[in-house]
Protein backbone atom coordinates (compact mmCIF):
# COMPACT_ATOMS: atom_id res chain seq x y z
CA UNK A 1 0.00 0.00 0.00
CA UNK A 2 1.16 3.13 -0.92
CA UNK A 3 1.61 5.57 2.05
CA UNK A 4 0.72 9.21 1.64
CA UNK A 5 3.45 11.32 1.77
CA UNK A 6 5.44 8.57 -0.38
CA UNK A 7 2.44 9.38 -2.96
CA UNK A 8 2.91 13.11 -2.64
CA UNK A 9 6.55 12.49 -3.46
CA UNK A 10 5.87 10.69 -6.56
CA UNK A 11 3.53 12.41 -8.28
CA UNK A 12 4.20 13.72 -11.72
CA UNK A 13 2.41 16.45 -12.96
CA UNK A 14 0.77 15.61 -16.36
CA UNK A 15 1.82 12.80 -16.80
CA UNK A 16 0.72 9.96 -19.34
CA UNK A 17 1.20 7.30 -16.73
CA UNK A 18 -2.38 6.51 -15.23
CA UNK A 19 -0.93 5.68 -11.97
CA UNK A 20 1.12 9.04 -11.84
CA UNK A 21 -2.36 10.44 -12.94
CA UNK A 22 -4.73 9.43 -10.88
CA UNK A 23 -2.15 10.38 -7.84
CA UNK A 24 -1.45 13.79 -8.95
CA UNK A 25 -5.18 14.56 -9.13
CA UNK A 26 -6.42 12.62 -5.45
CA UNK A 27 -3.29 14.61 -3.98
CA UNK A 28 -4.36 18.07 -5.81
CA UNK A 29 -7.79 16.98 -4.43
CA UNK A 30 -6.94 16.88 -0.90
CA UNK A 31 -5.27 20.04 -1.24
CA UNK A 32 -8.63 21.80 -2.25
CA UNK A 33 -10.83 19.71 0.17
CA UNK A 34 -8.82 21.41 3.04
CA UNK A 35 -8.51 24.61 1.43
CA UNK A 36 -12.21 24.56 0.25
CA UNK A 37 -14.49 22.62 2.51
CA UNK A 38 -15.92 24.09 6.08
CA UNK A 39 -15.20 20.80 8.02
CA UNK A 40 -13.15 18.20 5.63
CA UNK A 41 -12.99 15.19 8.22
CA UNK A 42 -16.80 15.60 9.80
CA UNK A 43 -18.38 12.36 7.45
CA UNK A 44 -15.12 10.55 8.06
CA UNK A 45 -11.68 11.06 10.45
CA UNK A 46 -9.17 12.55 8.93
CA UNK A 47 -6.89 9.47 9.59
CA UNK A 48 -9.30 6.90 7.99
CA UNK A 49 -9.73 9.36 5.13
CA UNK A 50 -6.06 9.13 4.45
CA UNK A 51 -5.82 5.37 5.33
CA UNK A 52 -8.71 4.80 2.28
CA UNK A 53 -6.00 7.38 -0.46
CA UNK A 54 -3.43 5.37 0.65
CA UNK A 55 -5.60 1.82 -0.59
CA UNK A 56 -7.09 4.05 -3.45
CA UNK A 57 -3.46 5.04 -4.43
CA UNK A 58 -2.01 1.81 -3.51
CA UNK A 59 -4.17 -0.64 -5.49
CA UNK A 60 -4.45 1.32 -9.05
CA UNK A 61 -1.72 -0.74 -10.72
CA UNK A 62 -3.25 -3.15 -12.76
CA UNK A 63 -6.47 -1.91 -12.76
CA UNK A 64 -9.11 -0.92 -15.53
CA UNK A 65 -9.61 3.01 -15.82
CA UNK A 66 -13.38 2.03 -14.71
CA UNK A 67 -12.19 0.48 -11.79
CA UNK A 68 -9.74 3.47 -10.99
CA UNK A 69 -12.93 5.81 -11.66
CA UNK A 70 -15.37 4.33 -9.46
CA UNK A 71 -12.46 4.01 -6.61
CA UNK A 72 -12.26 7.42 -6.68
CA UNK A 73 -15.86 8.07 -6.77
CA UNK A 74 -15.90 6.05 -3.50
CA UNK A 75 -13.09 7.83 -2.04
CA UNK A 76 -14.84 11.16 -2.30
CA UNK A 77 -18.11 9.16 -0.77
CA UNK A 78 -16.22 8.41 2.13
CA UNK A 79 -16.52 12.29 3.33
CA UNK A 80 -20.67 11.69 3.31
CA UNK A 81 -20.09 8.68 5.36
CA UNK A 82 -22.15 10.39 8.21
CA UNK A 83 -24.97 12.23 5.47
CA UNK A 84 -25.15 16.17 5.33
CA UNK A 85 -22.81 16.34 2.28
CA UNK A 86 -24.71 15.17 -1.14
CA UNK A 87 -22.99 18.47 -2.62
CA UNK A 88 -19.90 17.78 -2.73
CA UNK A 89 -19.56 14.88 -5.28
CA UNK A 90 -17.50 13.15 -8.08
CA UNK A 91 -19.00 11.71 -11.47
CA UNK A 92 -18.08 11.05 -14.73
CA UNK A 93 -19.21 12.87 -16.97
CA UNK A 94 -18.45 11.31 -20.30
CA UNK A 95 -19.41 7.98 -19.23
CA UNK A 96 -21.79 6.20 -21.99
CA UNK A 97 -25.09 5.39 -20.33
CA UNK A 98 -27.75 3.16 -20.76
CA UNK A 99 -30.93 3.64 -22.84
CA UNK A 100 -33.44 3.42 -20.12
CA UNK A 101 -34.31 5.88 -17.42
CA UNK A 102 -35.19 4.29 -14.48
CA UNK A 103 -36.69 5.10 -11.05
CA UNK A 104 -37.17 3.17 -7.30
CA UNK A 105 -40.81 3.05 -6.39
CA UNK A 106 -41.97 1.43 -3.13
CA UNK A 107 -42.45 -1.55 -4.89
CA UNK A 108 -39.65 -1.81 -6.53
CA UNK A 109 -37.14 -0.34 -9.85
CA UNK A 110 -38.94 0.38 -12.88
CA UNK A 111 -37.96 1.60 -16.05
CA UNK A 112 -40.02 5.13 -16.46
CA UNK A 113 -38.05 6.50 -19.93
CA UNK A 114 -36.81 4.60 -23.07
CA UNK A 115 -36.41 5.00 -26.43
CA UNK A 116 -38.36 1.53 -27.52
CA UNK A 117 -41.48 2.70 -25.98
CA UNK A 118 -42.51 -1.04 -25.03
CA UNK A 119 -39.70 -0.90 -22.42
CA UNK A 120 -41.64 1.48 -20.66
CA UNK A 121 -43.30 0.19 -17.17
CA UNK A 122 -41.18 -3.08 -17.01
CA UNK A 123 -39.90 -3.87 -13.98
CA UNK A 124 -36.00 -4.06 -13.68
CA UNK A 125 -34.80 -7.31 -12.29
CA UNK A 126 -31.53 -7.47 -12.45
CA UNK A 127 -28.48 -5.70 -14.21
CA UNK A 128 -25.54 -7.46 -14.76
CA UNK A 129 -26.34 -10.60 -13.93
CA UNK A 130 -27.04 -9.10 -10.19
CA UNK A 131 -30.76 -8.47 -8.85
CA UNK A 132 -30.98 -4.96 -8.59
CA UNK A 133 -31.00 -4.25 -5.16
CA UNK A 134 -27.80 -5.93 -5.24
CA UNK A 135 -26.60 -4.05 -7.64
CA UNK A 136 -27.45 -0.62 -5.65
CA UNK A 137 -25.37 -2.47 -2.79
CA UNK A 138 -22.49 -1.96 -5.15
CA UNK A 139 -22.77 1.21 -6.14
CA UNK A 140 -23.96 3.05 -3.32
CA UNK A 141 -20.51 3.14 -2.11
CA UNK A 142 -19.58 5.35 -4.67
CA UNK A 143 -22.39 7.95 -3.79
CA UNK A 144 -21.97 10.93 -1.62
CA UNK A 145 -25.65 11.95 0.12
CA UNK A 146 -27.69 13.68 2.27
CA UNK A 147 -29.21 10.86 3.55
CA UNK A 148 -30.35 7.57 2.03
CA UNK A 149 -33.38 8.89 -0.17
CA UNK A 150 -30.83 10.98 -1.81
CA UNK A 151 -28.31 8.45 -1.96
CA UNK A 152 -31.65 6.30 -3.55
CA UNK A 153 -32.35 9.72 -6.16
CA UNK A 154 -28.41 9.07 -7.32
CA UNK A 155 -29.08 5.36 -7.81
CA UNK A 156 -31.22 6.55 -10.48
CA UNK A 157 -28.48 7.54 -12.14
CA UNK A 158 -25.75 4.96 -11.20
CA UNK A 159 -27.96 2.01 -12.56
CA UNK A 160 -27.34 3.56 -16.06
CA UNK A 161 -23.83 4.82 -15.88
CA UNK A 162 -21.65 2.62 -17.77
CA UNK A 163 -18.39 3.83 -16.48
CA UNK A 164 -19.73 3.00 -12.80
CA UNK A 165 -21.45 -0.37 -13.54
CA UNK A 166 -17.85 -1.75 -15.26
CA UNK A 167 -16.21 -0.40 -12.30
CA UNK A 168 -18.39 -2.19 -9.83
CA UNK A 169 -18.42 -5.42 -11.87
CA UNK A 170 -21.82 -5.28 -13.45
CA UNK A 171 -21.00 -4.43 -17.29
CA UNK A 172 -19.16 -6.26 -19.81
CA UNK A 173 -17.39 -3.30 -20.85
CA UNK A 174 -18.11 1.07 -20.05
CA UNK A 175 -20.28 0.34 -23.63
CA UNK A 176 -22.49 -2.15 -22.57
CA UNK A 177 -24.11 -4.34 -19.95
CA UNK A 178 -27.14 -7.20 -19.29
CA UNK A 179 -30.21 -6.09 -17.62
CA UNK A 180 -33.47 -8.10 -16.98
CA UNK A 181 -36.61 -6.54 -17.34
CA UNK A 182 -39.78 -8.25 -16.15
CA UNK A 183 -43.40 -7.25 -17.77
CA UNK A 184 -46.48 -9.04 -17.85
CA UNK A 185 -44.75 -11.65 -15.56
CA UNK A 186 -42.25 -12.78 -18.58
CA UNK A 187 -38.69 -11.87 -17.81
CA UNK A 188 -36.27 -10.40 -20.77
CA UNK A 189 -32.16 -10.94 -20.76
CA UNK A 190 -31.26 -7.81 -23.19
CA UNK A 191 -27.60 -6.92 -23.87
CA UNK A 192 -27.64 -2.90 -23.79
CA UNK A 193 -25.55 -0.92 -25.35
CA UNK A 194 -24.41 1.89 -23.70
CA UNK A 195 -26.04 5.79 -25.57
CA UNK A 196 -22.84 8.44 -25.96
CA UNK A 197 -22.61 10.81 -22.99
CA UNK A 198 -24.63 13.41 -22.83
CA UNK A 199 -24.61 15.72 -19.29
CA UNK A 200 -27.64 17.16 -19.72
CA UNK A 201 -29.72 14.37 -20.47
CA UNK A 202 -28.42 12.77 -17.18
CA UNK A 203 -28.62 15.84 -15.04
CA UNK A 204 -31.18 18.00 -16.60
CA UNK A 205 -34.12 15.78 -17.11
CA UNK A 206 -36.60 15.30 -14.19
CA UNK A 207 -36.47 12.31 -11.69
CA UNK A 208 -39.67 11.27 -13.20
CA UNK A 209 -41.42 11.89 -16.87
CA UNK A 210 -45.01 13.61 -16.79
CA UNK A 211 -47.24 10.69 -16.70
CA UNK A 212 -51.40 10.78 -16.90
CA UNK A 213 -51.57 14.51 -16.27
CA UNK A 214 -50.11 14.19 -12.72
CA UNK A 215 -50.21 17.62 -11.66
CA UNK A 216 -47.34 17.46 -9.47
CA UNK A 217 -45.14 16.20 -12.84
CA UNK A 218 -46.49 19.15 -14.83
CA UNK A 219 -45.26 22.97 -15.10
CA UNK A 220 -42.27 22.00 -13.13
CA UNK A 221 -40.67 24.89 -15.29
CA UNK A 222 -42.61 27.32 -13.10
CA UNK A 223 -40.55 28.23 -10.69
CA UNK A 224 -43.79 29.04 -8.08
CA UNK A 225 -47.82 28.23 -9.35
CA UNK A 226 -51.04 27.25 -8.23
CA UNK A 227 -54.14 26.43 -8.92
CA UNK A 228 -57.51 25.55 -7.37
CA UNK A 229 -59.21 22.58 -6.40
CA UNK A 230 -62.72 23.48 -6.79
CA UNK A 231 -64.31 19.96 -5.35
CA UNK A 232 -61.62 20.09 -2.50
CA UNK A 233 -61.93 23.84 -2.18
CA UNK A 234 -58.33 23.34 -1.74
CA UNK A 235 -55.20 25.78 -3.41
CA UNK A 236 -52.15 23.62 -4.73
CA UNK A 237 -49.51 25.43 -4.76
CA UNK A 238 -45.84 24.21 -6.65
CA UNK A 239 -42.56 25.60 -5.00
CA UNK A 240 -40.14 24.50 -7.95
CA UNK A 241 -37.05 26.57 -6.91
CA UNK A 242 -36.29 28.47 -4.55
CA UNK A 243 -35.26 32.00 -5.68
CA UNK A 244 -36.21 35.47 -5.08
CA UNK A 245 -38.03 36.13 -8.53
CA UNK A 246 -39.23 35.02 -11.58
CA UNK A 247 -38.00 35.15 -15.08
CA UNK A 248 -40.20 38.35 -15.14
CA UNK A 249 -39.10 40.12 -12.00
CA UNK A 250 -42.15 38.94 -9.59
CA UNK A 251 -40.39 38.58 -6.34
CA UNK A 252 -41.26 35.08 -4.03
CA UNK A 253 -42.89 37.91 -1.89
CA UNK A 254 -45.49 39.26 -4.61
CA UNK A 255 -46.47 35.77 -5.31
CA UNK A 256 -47.00 34.67 -1.43
CA UNK A 257 -48.79 38.04 -1.23
CA UNK A 258 -51.19 36.90 -4.18
CA UNK A 259 -51.39 33.43 -2.87
CA UNK A 260 -52.90 33.94 0.46
CA UNK A 261 -55.12 36.84 -0.99
CA UNK A 262 -56.41 33.91 -3.36
CA UNK A 263 -56.77 31.40 -0.62
CA UNK A 264 -59.12 34.29 1.21
CA UNK A 265 -61.09 35.54 -1.92
CA UNK A 266 -62.12 32.07 -2.81
CA UNK A 267 -63.15 30.66 0.38
CA UNK A 268 -60.79 28.02 0.36
CA UNK A 269 -60.44 25.82 3.28
CA UNK A 270 -57.25 23.79 2.16
CA UNK A 271 -53.85 25.11 0.80
CA UNK A 272 -51.41 22.20 -0.50
CA UNK A 273 -47.77 23.72 -0.70
CA UNK A 274 -45.64 21.10 -3.35
CA UNK A 275 -42.24 21.35 -2.83
CA UNK A 276 -41.54 17.37 -3.88
CA UNK A 277 -39.40 18.45 -7.14
CA UNK A 278 -38.02 21.22 -5.82
CA UNK A 279 -34.00 20.95 -5.72
CA UNK A 280 -33.31 23.81 -4.68
CA UNK A 281 -31.66 27.41 -4.95
CA UNK A 282 -31.33 30.46 -2.54
CA UNK A 283 -32.12 29.53 0.66
CA UNK A 284 -31.87 33.56 1.94
CA UNK A 285 -34.88 34.01 -0.34
CA UNK A 286 -37.18 31.75 1.16
CA UNK A 287 -38.75 33.84 4.57
CA UNK A 288 -41.44 36.00 2.53
CA UNK A 289 -42.72 32.56 1.90
CA UNK A 290 -42.28 31.32 5.42
CA UNK A 291 -44.09 34.64 6.63
CA UNK A 292 -47.09 34.46 4.18
CA UNK A 293 -47.65 30.99 5.36
CA UNK A 294 -48.06 31.56 9.07
CA UNK A 295 -51.05 33.83 8.03
CA UNK A 296 -53.82 33.75 10.78
CA UNK A 297 -56.16 32.22 8.03
CA UNK A 298 -53.50 29.52 7.11
CA UNK A 299 -52.30 29.31 10.89
CA UNK A 300 -54.49 26.11 12.00
CA UNK A 301 -54.29 22.67 12.36
CA UNK A 302 -55.73 20.83 9.17
CA UNK A 303 -55.49 23.90 6.73
CA UNK A 304 -52.09 23.84 5.34
CA UNK A 305 -49.90 20.93 4.41
CA UNK A 306 -46.61 20.53 2.97
CA UNK A 307 -46.00 17.82 0.09
CA UNK A 308 -41.68 16.43 0.56
CA UNK A 309 -39.75 13.75 -1.00
CA UNK A 310 -36.52 12.57 -1.95
CA UNK A 311 -36.06 15.16 -5.04
CA UNK A 312 -36.81 17.96 -1.88
CA UNK A 313 -32.65 19.17 -1.74
CA UNK A 314 -30.63 21.65 -0.76
CA UNK A 315 -31.92 24.61 -0.06
CA UNK A 316 -35.41 23.20 -0.34
CA UNK A 317 -34.40 20.75 2.75
CA UNK A 318 -33.49 24.03 4.46
CA UNK A 319 -37.15 25.26 3.41
CA UNK A 320 -39.24 21.73 4.39
CA UNK A 321 -37.15 22.43 8.14
CA UNK A 322 -38.38 25.56 8.20
CA UNK A 323 -41.78 24.58 6.81
CA UNK A 324 -42.21 22.04 9.79
CA UNK A 325 -40.96 24.36 12.33
CA UNK A 326 -42.37 27.83 12.48
CA UNK A 327 -45.68 26.92 10.58
CA UNK A 328 -48.86 25.12 11.48
CA UNK A 329 -48.35 22.88 7.79
CA UNK A 330 -48.69 19.11 8.11
CA UNK A 331 -45.80 17.10 6.08
CA UNK A 332 -47.03 14.76 3.60
CA UNK A 333 -44.94 12.06 1.62
CA UNK A 334 -41.51 10.76 1.83
CA UNK A 335 -38.79 12.08 3.80
CA UNK A 336 -36.61 14.91 1.90
CA UNK A 337 -33.42 14.18 0.02
CA UNK A 338 -31.91 17.21 2.13
CA UNK A 339 -31.08 17.64 5.49
CA UNK A 340 -32.56 20.21 7.57
CA UNK A 341 -28.73 21.04 8.25
CA UNK A 342 -26.01 20.49 5.28
CA UNK A 343 -23.01 21.28 3.79
CA UNK A 344 -23.61 23.58 0.48
CA UNK A 345 -22.37 25.73 -2.10
CA UNK A 346 -20.41 23.76 -3.83
CA UNK A 347 -17.68 25.08 -5.96
CA UNK A 348 -16.30 22.68 -8.97
CA UNK A 349 -12.31 21.05 -8.57
CA UNK A 350 -10.84 20.72 -11.71
CA UNK A 351 -8.41 17.87 -12.09
CA UNK A 352 -5.63 18.00 -14.59
CA UNK A 353 -5.55 14.99 -15.38
CA UNK A 354 -9.81 13.46 -15.73
CA UNK A 355 -10.94 17.19 -16.59
CA UNK A 356 -14.59 15.14 -17.79
CA UNK A 357 -14.49 13.67 -14.56
CA UNK A 358 -17.20 16.37 -12.79
CA UNK A 359 -15.65 16.75 -8.74
CA UNK A 360 -17.07 19.18 -6.43
CA UNK A 361 -17.04 20.35 -2.70
CA UNK A 362 -19.22 21.67 -0.65
CA UNK A 363 -17.83 25.39 0.93
CA UNK A 364 -20.48 26.45 4.23
CA UNK A 365 -22.66 24.68 6.13
CA UNK A 366 -26.15 25.60 6.45
CA UNK A 367 -28.36 24.99 9.54
CA UNK A 368 -32.30 25.56 9.54
CA UNK A 369 -31.98 23.05 12.36
CA UNK A 370 -31.21 22.90 15.96
CA UNK A 371 -27.59 22.87 16.34
CA UNK A 372 -27.18 19.60 18.03
CA UNK A 373 -29.96 18.52 15.29
CA UNK A 374 -29.24 15.18 14.77
CA UNK A 375 -31.99 14.40 11.78
CA UNK A 376 -30.80 13.75 8.05
CA UNK A 377 -34.24 13.66 6.52
CA UNK A 378 -37.05 16.16 7.25
CA UNK A 379 -39.18 13.42 7.86
CA UNK A 380 -43.54 13.50 7.19
CA UNK A 381 -45.71 13.84 9.63
CA UNK A 382 -48.38 11.56 6.84
CA UNK A 383 -46.23 9.13 5.40
CA UNK A 384 -47.02 7.98 1.67
CA UNK A 385 -45.13 6.16 -0.48
CA UNK A 386 -45.22 6.50 -4.25
CA UNK A 387 -45.77 2.89 -5.90
CA UNK A 388 -45.19 1.85 -9.79
CA UNK A 389 -49.10 1.06 -10.27
CA UNK A 390 -50.18 4.66 -9.23
CA UNK A 391 -47.35 6.52 -11.26
CA UNK A 392 -48.15 4.73 -14.48
CA UNK A 393 -51.73 5.15 -13.38
CA UNK A 394 -51.62 9.41 -13.36
CA UNK A 395 -52.69 8.76 -10.03
CA UNK A 396 -51.20 11.13 -7.06
CA UNK A 397 -51.80 9.41 -4.03
CA UNK A 398 -49.46 12.10 -1.50
CA UNK A 399 -51.69 14.85 -3.04
CA UNK A 400 -54.86 12.88 -2.63
CA UNK A 401 -53.69 12.03 1.34
CA UNK A 402 -53.26 15.91 1.85
CA UNK A 403 -56.78 16.53 0.11
CA UNK A 404 -58.56 14.00 2.31
CA UNK A 405 -57.00 14.16 5.70
CA UNK A 406 -59.13 14.93 8.27
CA UNK A 407 -57.33 16.26 11.52
CA UNK A 408 -57.55 14.99 14.65
CA UNK A 409 -60.59 16.92 16.49
Known amino acids: MLPLLLALTLATPQSEDPVAAWTEDTLLF ?13 GCPREDFEAAVDGFLGGLEGQRESERVAGFLRLVARLAEQGRDGHSLAWPMTSRTLPLQVYGFADGWFVVGAPQAERVGARLVSVGGVPVEEACGRLAPLLTADNEWNRREKLALALVTLDLLDGVGLAESPERARVVLEQAGTRTETLLEGEPADPHRM ?29 ERALYVQFNEVRAQDARGRTLEDHAREMVATFEQRGLTRLVLDVRLNGGGDNTTFGPLIAALQHPSLARPGVLYGLIGRSTFSAAGNFAAALGQDTQALLVGEPTGGAPNQYGD ?13 VRLSTRYHQFGPADDARLAVEPDLGVPLTSGDYFAGRDPVLRAALEHVPPR
Open 30 to 42: LEQLERLHPDPWF
Open 203 to 231: WGRPVLPARGGAAWLEGRERFFAWQVLEP
Open 346 to 358: ARDVRLPNHPALL
